[in-house]
């Protein structure tokens, strides 16, 4: 009796097991076949011809407009012919692709595209669909974050900033003065506020990138959905499944598509580091560009299929010199600052201690760097407690500031103890990254005495990296103005001559880091990029500027 | 039994209203713009086109009372972050997909932890009551993230080329067994241990007894008179533990990388999303509310007495 009911329990849960077990074995070897979304749950399919990569989020918009995060920038690079691409590192210089050659004429630049380029829908790429395309992310009723990039063409500042209220024959006024004109299909005709020695290299950005106008004018916000999308990339987007993957396939109208290897590429949405690892070593993912748990770095760093590449960003701490009034308080801080240690045990993925704010990457470091030795990759105590002495009322209480994403809190805690030995007492402070922003302002919050922040160049030029500390820049948020550095800034961009412009980078990066300079900031690292690949996987690189170019990658059997 | 279902549906509205309220209040305290998502300024003039495009230029009251209407027409409006899309799209997407995997765990864990309890209880003191409470008391006590990367790290890694369970997603059954099991683990606890609490104080009872010496047959003593007196706390707690599941799926599916919902409430609140965070608090709200009339109901249904007591 009592004997019955425990075998028709434990039947019941013997059962469930069972049931459980055998859905996983059973079905272990018919996933493989049912995968027709190619969600390649079991082993990848090493196959030439398709791709898997975990990617860490879902893209918020694959409008090249709103597309302002890496993700988003990674899908609408490769779905897209962008207007030009960069070269290889050092000098990253601009390569024909959408626009095949162009002239530069102190303000005027021509762009002469292919005519051999496609949309999805088979009509062709226009210069005209460029100058809509450009108008509709100036314009203020898209709200693109990126607007900005285009402030450099005339006209464009003033139209993105037109209230369109009722009244909308001011924004239309404002919108037919912007300098830029399509005379026939491919010829783009641009005016810029000045002469911009890296315009052409800007326009690799996603931000420059055409839509087109049909989709965009049919389905309005839902133009991005698969089935309603047009591209002209070497891929289309045939797939989209929100917060769990996307699939690409190769579209056979490009004009390079002999040279694409992959057919295929599924992104797989992946948010958990360690999740992303567990699935590359299963097999799951031929490549794992979402990460890992921290501790795994030095491990993993020792295997063949860890890659690194150089990137043009920074992560530095930055000083409100409202409150930190003291130069010599601020060089002190910065000479305090082990960045060799940070490196190598807390980041380690081999990024660089940096010296200075200009990356050793950035074409024409050589000239810029020259003379940036006053900090050091290791700390210089005694030179720090001299400049410490030197100060007359210095801050002893010191608020600093940073956002909550892995990391930033053991690289705080780290300095903290290595301004403890200059005398100062450190608070640590950790919000969350909306309210982190706000705190900064700018102006910073008065409670903020230093912070934690980052850079990465939006095109390979030094002036997009010392613009940041610019007087009243929006990305400014060391209440520092300098009239001689923003001075050497107008020069560098008037000027045409790059030696001339580097020789003036060079004089800017001295105000901030060199040793009569003025240490807004204390540059701490150069980041890198460090992804998994399987052994299969060939020409998967990430470029300086964190850009993947799908069309050079094969995957062998 | 009508005039309490009405009752309970007409309460819904105060109840609603009082949440949208709360949220939209706590989402304005702890300030950030969901415009600015990378540490490029965003220039004023766009930030102030965005303000205005998407209505956050407005005066409080007029917001919320914006958002009140978005509820009750159901058109949540569109997202603030993920800019193609808009909510309504976001939770007939994903909802679902929590939905299964919620209900799913909550099989699991009526299913399993049912009986353990039963036989937990039949074999009160002895081993067989020991090993069930153990293995109940670890699940209980081990935290979700913990539990979901060893069973990946182990079920789906290393033994993975036995078991084919895959390390994650959520697209074919394989996929699904191990995110069930490490969320319905804690519930399953939760019900066995209350089913053999009730049941052996149930045992005791004097009717128990009686049956027993009436020469009724023990299996229909349990099954008939004793299990369904102790079920009812477990009905009780069934309610509340939805709430549990839900908050807990958005752990599991961060770690299994599901598309629910779960890891877009909590995305939406980092990225202050307040359309996206509005329409799924109201949807929660909604759900929690509902499952606990259905409990309360149920409740009548397992107990007469109660039944008596409302009318």
């Not at chain 1, 560009?289 to 930055?318: C, M, N, R």
């Not at chain 2, 877009?264 to 009339?293: C, H, K, P, Q």
Request: one cysteine or more; hydrophobic letters at 40%; glycine letters at 8%.
């Amino acid at each position: 009796m009592r004997r019955r009911t425990l075998a028709w329990a434990l039947g019941l849960v013997a059962a469930f097991a069972f049931v459980a077990a055998g859905c996983g074995g059973g079905g272990g070897s018919s996933n493989n076949a049912n995968n027709n979304a190619g969600n390649g749950n079991t082993t990848a399919a090493t196959n030439s011809g398709t791709l898997t990569v975990a990617i860490g989020s879902e893209p918020p918009s694959l409008d090249p407009g709103l597309a302002t995060d890496t993700t988003s920038s990674y899908v609408v690079m490769n779905i897209n012919t962008p207007i030009v691409k960069l070269g290889p590192a050092p000098d990253l210089k601009p390569r024909p692709a959408l626009a095949q050659s162009w002239d530069v004429n102190g303000n005027s630049v021509t762009l002469h595209l292919r005519s051999d380029v496609t949309w999805t829908d088979g009509t062709k790429v226009t210069a005209q669909d460029v100058v809509w395309s450009w108008l509709r992310t100036i314009s203020p009723q898209l709200g693109a974050d990126y607007a900005y990039q285009f402030y450099g063409i005339k006209g464009a500042q003033e139209y993105n900033g037109c209230k369109p209220s009722a009244s909308n024959n001011q924004c239309n006024d404002l919108k037919n003065k912007v300098g830029l004109s399509a005379p026939d299909a491919t010829t783009v005709k641009i005016q810029l506020t000045s002469p911009q020695p890296w315009f052409m290299q800007q326009l690799s950005h996603v931000s420059f990138i055409p839509v087109s106008k049909t989709a965009v004018q049919k389905y309005g916000d839902k133009w991005t959905a698969p089935g309603h999308i047009v591209t002209d990339g070497p891929f289309k987007l045939t797939s989209w499944k929100h917060d769990n993957s996307l699939t690409l396939q190769k579209y056979d109208g490009w004009y390079n598509a002999s040279q694409v290897k992959l057919n295929t590429v599924n992104l797989k949405i992946i948010t958990d580091g360690s999740t992303a690892l567990q699935a590359f070593n299963a097999g799951n993912v031929d490549v794992n560009d979402t990460g890992w748990p921290v501790s795994e770095t030095s491990s993993l760093k020792q295997k063949p299929e860890y890659h690194q590449f150089p990137a043009l960003g920074i992560y530095y701490y930055g000083f409100n010199v409202k409150q930190v009034t003291d130069v010599n308080q601020r060089k002190a801080m910065a000479l305090a600052i082990d960045r060799k240690t940070i490196v190598e045990n807390i980041t380690q993925a081999g990024q660089v201690p940096a010296p200075s704010f200009t990356p050793d990457g950035m074409p024409g470091a050589s000239t810029i760097n020259t003379g940036s030795d006053f900090l050091k990759p290791t700390a210089d105590m005694t030179l720090a407690n001299q400049y410490m002495s030197k100060v007359k009322s210095p801050v002893k209480n010191i608020t600093l500031i940073f956002n909550n994403a892995p990391g930033h809190k053991e690289i705080a805690v780290a300095i903290q103890s290595q301004w403890q030995k200059l005398g100062l007492n450190v608070t640590l402070k950790q919000q969350d990254w909306p309210q982190f922003l706000q705190f900064l302002g700018p102006p910073p919050n008065s409670s903020v005495d230093a912070f934690r922040m980052g850079w990465v160049a939006d095109f390979p030029d030094d002036i997009n990296f010392l613009s940041v500390l610019e007087c009243g820049g929006g990305n400014n948020y060391t209440n520092w103005c300098n009239k001689q550095f923003d001075q050497d800034l107008k020069q560098a961009t008037a000027s045409s001559s790059q030696s001339q412009r580097y020789q003036l980078y060079q004089q800017a990066e001295q105000i901030l880091t060199g040793k009569n300079g003025d240490m807004p900031i204390a540059p701490i690292y150069w980041y890198t990029y460090a992804d998994l690949q399987k052994s299969t996987v060939q020409g998967y690189k990430i470029n300086p500027m964190d850009e993947i170019d799908l069309s050079q990658v094969s995957v062998s059997q | 039994m009508l005039k309490f279902v009405v009752r309970r549906v007409l309460w819904t509205i105060p109840i609603i209203l009082l949440v949208i309220l709360m949220v939209f209040g706590m989402m304005k305290e702890i300030k950030g713009s969901p415009f600015r998502r990378t540490e490029r300024a965003v220039p004023a003039a766009v930030m102030a086109n965005l303000n205005r495009k998407f209505g956050l230029d407005r005066p409080w009251y007029v917001q919320y009372e914006r958002y009140v209407r978005d509820v009750f027409t159901l058109d949540l409006g569109p997202s603030l972050v993920l800019r193609n899309q808009d909510v309504n799209g976001i939770v007939e997407e994903h909802f679902p997909v929590s939905a299964e995997l919620g209900g799913l765990a909550m099989l699991f864990a009526i299913v399993v932890g049912v009986p353990l309890g039963v036989i937990s209880a039949l074999r009160a003191n002895r081993f067989t009551d020991y090993a069930a409470m153990l293995v109940a008391n670890v699940g209980f006590s081990v935290p979700a993230f913990l539990t979901s990367t060893l069973f990946i790290y182990f079920f789906a890694g290393k033994w993975g080329g036995f078991t084919g369970l895959p390390t994650n997603g959520w697209d074919t059954w394989s996929a699904k067994v191990l995110p069930v099991i490490a969320l319905g683990l804690g519930p399953l606890t939760y019900f066995a241990r209350l089913v053999r609490g009730q049941m052996l104080e149930t045992l005791q009872q004097d009717y128990v007894r009686t049956a027993k010496a009436k020469g009724l047959r023990w299996r229909r003593v349990v099954g008939v008179h004793v299990l369904r007196n102790s079920l009812i706390p477990a009905v009780t707690a069934a309610g509340p533990l939805l709430g549990f599941i839900v908050t807990g799926s958005f752990i599991i599916e961060n770690i299994f990388a599901i598309p629910g919902i779960g890891r877009y409430y909590v995305t939406s609140v980092e990225g202050r999303d307040y359309s996206t965070v509005m329409g799924i608090t109201v949807l929660l709200s909604i759900l929690i509310i509902v499952a606990n009339m259905v409990v309360d109901i149920l409740y009548g249904v397992l107990d007469p007495r109660t039944r008596e007591a409302r009318t």
